[in-house]
């Protein structure tokens, strides 16, 4: 029960963080520097989120951190050549 509830609070903390991520995407985007500024924060937030997640539940190696870092540039890709349509 002890594992669930923490996983429960930091998945809830990474929910809260794209939310008001999305929100602020939506409100202040109105040039280039803060097109990328808020296209390279979330994929790097995930990024260093879930490597610390890992890290702490000991199951942090290479194949997990090449997945996440792919999954961290594919996210920039998105919001980035959307943010320019």
Do not use: C, D
Request: charged share 15%; aromatic share 22%; no cysteine.
């Amino acid at each position: 029960m002890r594992s669930q509830k923490k996983h429960l609070i930091e998945y809830s903390f990474i929910a809260i963080y794209i939310v008001g991520f999305i929100y602020a995407y939506s409100k202040f985007t109105g040039n280039y520097e803060s097109k990328l500024i808020f296209s390279v924060s979330l994929p790097l937030f995930y990024l260093l989120w879930s490597i610390m997640h890992h890290h702490f539940e000991g199951r942090l190696n290479k194949a997990i951190f090449t997945e996440y870092l792919s999954i961290s540039i594919f996210i920039f890709i998105i919001l980035f050549t959307a943010s320019n349509i």
